[in-house]
Nanobody
Framework: QVQLVESGGGLVQPGGSLRLSCAAS????????MGWYRQAPGKQRELVAR???????NYLDSVKGRFANSRDNTKNTVYLQMNSLKPDDTAVYYC??????????????WGQGTQITVSS
């Protein structure tokens, strides 16, 4: 069994910063890609950022230059540093990881989601 636990959400003013963390735990053999998705009310879930085990990153165009995705492979943890936040960034943010667990080849796991609200 693999669990992803997120932390770091909350309310922030426009232009502010937040840092999300997501720690994977359980019978983990290896983690391939880790990333963050978000879903705003009435909209589809979208990929915000992803990072491979080797450190290669991809970002949603609207967050490029403002968000930074990183990971600590020794802690099975992924981070999302969010700067210059805008009201349009308001959403529930979900952590995602492609995990090889004991007895289960690579499959997707999801965190519980954390609310980010950008408002004055």
């Amino acid at each position: 069994q693999v669990q992803l636990v997120e932390s770091g959400g909350g309310l922030v003013q426009p232009g502010g910063s937040l840092r999300l963390s997501c720690a994977a735990s359980g019978s983990i053999v290896s983690i391939n890609v880790m990333g963050w998705y978000r879903q705003a009310p009435g909209k589809q879930r979208e990929l915000v950022a992803r990072i491979t085990s080797g450190g290669s990153t991809n970002y949603l165009d609207s967050v490029k230059g403002r968000f930074a995705n990183s990971r600590d492979n020794t802690k099975n943890t992924v981070y999302l540093q969010m700067n210059s936040l805008k009201p349009d960034d308001t959403a529930v943010y979900y952590c995602n990881a492609d995990v090889w667990a004991v007895g289960v080849r690579f499959r997707d796991y999801w965190g519980q989601g954390t609310q980010i609200t950008v408002s004055s």
